[in-house]
């Protein structure tokens, strides 16, 4: 038997010469469309240098805004889109925008030397490319509710992250301690400081490099190793959320189950080797799990020891 790609609505309307399913994949921009391969044209709003091979991209519709759903949401914060550049191809990125937010759409994008992150590093503001999605599982918001939440992250892995603390501080009062730990390899690789500054006001944040750099005066080392003594949490009440190489969860999961924080609770966002979106291609595989279908979070036990 085939992989169940979507799930069809109550609502789905047969005519004698199309059949038009209203999809749900996960997201909004996947309610009611026709074709889930079919992506929509977007143009650039802004483009931000965040780093020397990092630029942040704000897209927007030609016209009208992004769809939200019920819940008055664009997307669910550790979902991704696929961006593509006609003669180029597709990349898939996390969305680093808050989810309330339904007029534009920030993707975080590292010149990673291929072809499409290239292309996207030479477009300007007011070019035009492709959006599909938001495709796959984000993270469980109804679950974390009431929960004392630990974000980390390293890298360009901040996207995910970013949404869901854009949408944990627009519901505070929901929420018990939180923390974000961040770990780059530079002060100049920190992303999204601008943004940073303002949750700070919200929520405890915690940034490490790697190795000791010219006035630096915040922390050094591995975002692992600052958890134990910097982080207050009721661990039977308290979750995780990472994004970032697979190395560094596992680290960082070692030192979380110590405080009482079970696999079960500790939620990964694996944005890796997607290409389709859809479950088709079978190139984003990891075990027996399809990252773009079952993720791209996962709780730590369905994806332990599965990185590459």
Same mark, same amino acid.
């Given at each position: 038997?085939g992989?169940v790609l979507?799930k069809l609505?109550?609502?789905y309307?047969?005519t004698?010469k199309v059949?038009v399913?209203?999809l ?5 921009? $996947?309610?009611?469309v026709k074709n889930i391969?079919?992506? !929509? ?7 931000k ?6 630029k942040?991209f704000?897209f927007?519709?030609p016209r009208?805004v992004f769809?939200?759903?019920k ?9 991704f889109v696929?961006?593509g550049?006609?003669g180029y191809?597709?990349?898939p ?5 808050s989810?309330y ?8 994008v590292r010149n ?6 290239s292309?996207?590093h ?6 035009e ?7 796959g599982?984000?993270?469980p918001?109804?679950f974390?509710e009431?929960?004392d939440?630990?974000?980390i992250s390293? $890298?360009?892995g ?7 603390t854009?949408y944990i501080?627009k519901?505070?009062k929901?929420?018990g ?6 770990g780059?390899?530079?002060p100049k ?6 943004k940073?500054?303002?949750w700070e006001?919200y929520i405890r ?14 922390c050094?080392?591995f975002?692992?190793?600052l958890?134990q003594?910097a982080?207050?949490?009721?661990? $039977? ?6 994004c970032g ?5 596992d ?7 110590p405080l009482g ?13 997607m !290409?389709c979106g ?12 399809y990252?773009c ?9 369905e994806?332990?020891?599965n990185?590459?």
């Open positions: 038997m992989r979507y609505s109550p609502n309307v047969f004698p059949k399913f209203k749900w994949c996960g997201g909004s921009f $996947g309610v009611g391969y079919l992506p !929509q044209k977007v143009k650039i709003a802004k483009i240098k965040l780093s020397y091979d990092v942040l704000r927007k519709k009208g769809p939200v759903n819940n008055k949401l664009a997307f669910i914060p550790g979902q696929l961006a550049l006609w191809g597709e990349a990125f996390g969305i680093a925008s989810p937010e339904n007029s534009f759409i920030d993707i975080v990673t030397g291929g072809r499409v992150t292309a996207l030479n477009l300007k503001k007011g070019a490319i492709t959006l599909r999605g938001p495709y599982n984000g993270f918001l109804s974390l009431g929960k939440v630990i974000m390293g $890298g360009c901040i996207p995910p992250i970013a949404s869901l854009e501080i519901n505070r929901k929420f301690n939180v923390y974000l730990l961040y780059v390899r530079t690789d920190i992303l999204i400081k601008g940073m500054k303002e006001k944040i915690i940034l490490t490099i790697d190795k000791p750099y010219p006035g630096w005066k915040g050094t080392g975002v692992c190793n958890i003594p982080i207050k949490v009721s661990p $039977g009440n308290a979750v995780a959320a990472m190489p697979g190395p560094m969860t680290a960082t999961e070692k030192v979380l189950r924080i079970a696999d079960r609770r500790i939620f990964v966002s694996e944005e890796r080797r !290409q859809v479950g088709k291609c079978q190139h984003c595989t990891t075990g027996e799990k990252v279908l079952d993720g791209p979070v996962f709780n730590y036990d994806i332990d020891k990185w590459d």
